[in-house]
């Protein structure tokens, strides 16, 4: 370190010790030696924002004076994790923390204080993870990169079993209090909603439309500063909170009407409450549209003001802003830029469609054709009736070029146009409206964007072809690797240095020492001391007792059929009866280990997992297992619990239906770890592949083409009757072998549906899956071989950095630069 370094460094640490010292005493109110675990966290973190934020100022005047054009992150969600140790890394504290000695200060571990940290509950799964990545990415690569979403208060849920079953509880984090947000009052917008509109004729002959009766929303913006690697750009993140105008109707209120008074504050403050409120019931559709319209509402008028500080020229919009919508959540954003280029600031329609859709660009998530969203035109027109008419209006014009293109193809036509249906049935397709609003659609792995052109919407990508493309999806190793999983970055810093936190494929040089035994047992120790640690909280968590020296099977995402869980907790009772009937014991000792949660409505999944949850009480209890098998499913899957699952996998389970999965993260993220995976050629998993090896790979299951091509001749009643090891299973799941104390055949509807129907595959791949878990045990069981085959994992993952991907967006789609 030279000597500025040396004198920065000691301004840092007086700065900071001086800045904690005043949260205690002023903002938190007590004296050094009285704070708790809770209050040092919010202390430590108040100050360490004060660093961000004045990196944050640098950033924005650094964009100002570069006149950067931005890119705006539509997401409606984001699973951003907790922030403290990760912003101290990335603000150069870290060490500095650590070497601060404040009188009085309690004696509590530094790791105590950061476990106290809640993840803020923004999100669910894959999409908000990776949104999450992506933001970290921007930052740290210089680039004008902001996300707009919602401050939900109680996110998703929490999620705790009892007697197997999910249960939701409210999952309060600190939300508007956390100690990483700050409001921005002067940036509240105002958003109309309900009302009608009123069509007058203008003297030119035109027709003017104004929206009226209106009830008025409002969204306080709070600022999420995220903090880029090495903190030399910190962008922000910004989130909506929906408010009423906070006047209470005295009047009313003093007539006795008290709820009344209060109806209007607790309706509008009800959208930012949770995150995918159940539409199962119309008020849960109506709700989650409106959350929809909020954020997109908010974002845009967000997004014009700060372009309108510097230029009134709309046709220059483009030029300097650049909009990603991630999926459809946010696709209503598109007629809301509309309505107000048109209605507010009176571009006609042809220059405003213009400047509409060269700044919209939409990214497809989805293969599942029920997934994609879509919305009654009834609530639309209700709660949008200005949105309905422009809806109607950009499909008149489209429709209109596509019958250019199609003739009177009904079929093709039907297939791309935004408004399907008549009277009460009549629905808004809004995945159709981002492609027609936007122009680049693009997938997140190659399999997945090929699907979306010859499968998905074949007809959209006849009408343009030049808006489809592909960029894989990524996650940061800043998160990833460098943060949570500690002792294996510095193993491989200390052999490579450390170039591949923003360079991913600096890990290619690993491989010169896959031959080394003391660099191979380094590495193999690093991952039995991350199993002994996650070894502990699973006996916290769970009480179950699990052997580190086991395989760690870990089967840990959203819960859904396509994923198929379903698959590999039936692989689970085959092994079980193979020991108990047969005296046949796995080749080691194996640990499945289960993590994710169910949509509330979702009944069979969550019948799936209070299936996960039987089978590991049966199996954990008997003692002919000996231990050879356990089951664990860890409650309330998180980034925070995904940072101590993650590094201690061994085998990472990837068995999506082949053609369903879009790309997927914790594939990438496993890896990356040091976990070989076993998995069917889906999503990113075919890519990955490819780059680690084949060797290195545990492939087994349909393609996406043999599952089409089985599709319609498809009988799982067939397998189950011709193949012994299936039925046996079946058989054991249609009994009460698993629900002795539920008193009825609680399963029989899983046996039904695998029987009956089976969409996704599961018997026709399941005696493959078990067969390609037999040949991982054997392996397992010469450890320098499978250290090996890790390590290759490990050192061929950099193309699955956000980085990368984000630089590709960059450069190809959001054409903007570094600044």
């Not at 249960?167 to 105002?190: C, I, M, Y």
């Not at 396509?562 to 080691?588: F, S």
Request: with cysteine; aromatic share 12%.
């Amino acid at each position: 370190m030279n000597k500025n370094s040396t004198i920065i460094s000691e301004i840092d640490r007086a700065r900071l010790k001086l800045s904690i010292e005043h949260y205690i005493k002023y903002f938190i109110g007590k004296r050094t030696c009285e704070i708790n675990k809770e209050e040092a966290l919010e202390a430590i973190a108040l100050a360490v924002r004060e660093f961000a934020m004045d990196k944050m100022y640098e950033t924005i005047a650094r964009y100002n004076k570069c006149n950067s054009k931005r890119v705006y992150y539509l997401s409606i969600e984001y699973l951003i994790g907790r922030s403290l140790e990760n912003n101290l890394h990335n603000l150069g504290l870290f060490d500095i923390l650590k070497s601060i000695k404040i009188e009085g200060f309690p004696d509590i571990p530094l790791e105590e204080i950061f476990d106290t940290e809640y993840d803020p509950a923004l999100g669910n799964g894959g999409l908000g993870r990776l949104a999450a990545c992506y933001l970290d990415s921007m930052a740290s690569m210089g680039l004008a990169g902001f996300g707009y979403g919602i401050n939900y208060q109680f996110g998703l849920f929490k999620q705790k079993f009892e007697n197997g079953y999910q249960v939701e509880q409210a999952d309060s984090w600190l939300g508007e209090n956390s100690p990483w947000q700050f409001a921005r009052h002067d940036r509240t917008v105002k958003i109309p909603i309900y009302g009608d509109v009123e069509v007058f004729d203008n003297p030119d002959g035109q027709k003017s439309f104004v929206w009226m009766n209106t009830q008025t929303l409002y969204g306080v913006p709070f600022d999420f500063p995220i903090v880029g690697y090495a903190g030399k750009s910190v962008n922000y993140l910004r989130l909506f909170s929906a408010k009423t105008d906070d006047e209470l109707d005295i009047n009313i209120f003093n007539e006795g009407g008290y709820i009344e008074a209060m109806k209007e504050k607790i309706e509008t403050e009800t959208i930012s409450k949770v995150l995918y409120p159940s539409d199962a019931v119309e008020s849960g559709k109506e709700l989650r549209l409106k959350q929809q319209y909020f954020f997109a509402s908010c974002a845009i008028q967000d997004i014009l003001r700060r372009f309108m500080e510097k230029s009134e020229d709309f046709k220059l919009l483009p030029e300097k802003v650049v909009i990603q919508l991630n999926d459809t959540h946010p696709a209503i954003a598109i007629p809301e830029m509309m309505r107000i280029l048109v209605d507010i600031y009176g571009q006609d329609w042809e220059e405003a469609w213009d400047i509409t859709t060269k700044v919209f660009a939409y990214t497809n998530h989805t293969l599942l054709p029920e997934a994609l969203e879509t919305w009654p035109a009834r609530i639309i027109g209700r709660m949008l009736p200005r949105h309905l008419q422009i809806i109607y209006e950009i499909n008149r014009r489209f429709m209109d070029f596509a019958r250019s293109r199609f003739g009177d193809d009904k079929a093709k036509l039907d297939k791309v146009t935004i408004v399907y249906g008549d009277g009460d049935n009549q629905i808004i397709r809004m995945a159709n409206l981002s492609i027609v609003g936007s122009f680049s659609v693009n997938g997140v792995a190659e399999i997945h964007s090929n699907l979306i052109k010859t499968s998905l919407v074949p007809e959209f990508y006849e009408l343009w072809p030049e808006k489809f493309s592909n960029v894989t999806n990524g996650i940061t190793p800043r998160r990833w690797l460098l943060h949570a999983n500690t002792p294996l970055a510095g193993l491989i810093s200390s052999k490579i240095g450390e170039g591949w936190v923003t360079d991913l494929t600096e890990l290619r040089k690993l491989e010169e020492f896959a031959d080394d035994k003391k660099f191979i047992q380094a590495f193999r120790d690093v991952k039995i001391e991350n199993k002994q640690q996650l070894a502990k909280i699973i006996l916290k968590t769970t009480g179950i007792v699990v052997d580190p020296e086991s395989m760690f099977i870990v089967h840990a995402k959203r819960i859904h059929e396509y994923k198929r869980q379903l698959m590999t907790i039936l692989q689970v009772i085959g092994d079980y009866l193979d020991i108990i009937k047969d005296n046949v014991k796995p080749a080691c000792k194996k640990t499945y280990i289960f993590a994710g949660k169910a949509a509330p409505s979702y009944n069979f999944a969550k019948l799936i997992i209070k299936l996960i949850n039987n089978v590991a009480e049966v199996v954990n209890k008997d003692p002919r297992v000996n231990d050879m098998l356990k089951v664990v499913f860890m409650p309330d899957y998180k980034v925070s619990l995904a940072e101590v699952l993650i590094p201690a996998a061994n085998l990472s389970v990837q068995s999506s239906t082949a053609g369903f999965e879009a790309s997927g993260t914790g594939n990438m993220k496993f890896a990356l770890n040091g976990a070989l995976t076993i998995g069917t050629l889906d999503g990113a998993n075919v890519e990955i592949r490819e780059e680690v090896g084949e060797d290195n790979f545990y492939l087994f299951g349909l393609t996406e083409k043999e599952v089409q091509a089985k599709r319609a001749n498809y009988n799982p009643r067939e397998i189950y009757e011709n193949n012994n090891y299936i039925r046996r299973i079946l058989n054991a799941v249609n009994s009460n072998m698993f629900c002795e104390k539920d008193f009825v055949l609680l399963f029989k509807p899983i046996f039904e549906e695998l029987v009956n129907r089976d969409y996704f595959f599961v018997l026709a791949d399941l005696e493959a899956f078990d067969k390609k878990m037999s040949e991982a045990e054997k392996e397992y069981l010469k450890p320098e071989v499978w250290a090996r085959k890790a390590l290759f994992n490990v050192a061929r993952i950099g193309k699955f950095t956000s980085d990368r991907a984000v630089m590709e967006y960059a450069d190809h789609i959001w054409n903007i630069h570094t600044c």
